[in-house]
């Protein structure tokens, strides 16, 4: 969803919550309150396998549709 509604990668600020830092498995280590871009998680979901990455992507996705 990310990637085809064209969002501005490099410009959009995602910051990171509670519930994004709970999830279990591969992570990319993320730390709550930090603010990464969509490039940068998106890096975070592909490289290290992140589902913390992946996770806070769909959440801050949701909050668009919202």
Known sequence: IVLEEKFNIDNEDVK?????TNIGGTTADLKMGQIYTIKQLLYGLMLPSGNDASLALAVWAGRKYL
Request: no cysteine; proline share 0%.
């Open 16 to 20: 990171i919550g509670r519930y994004e």
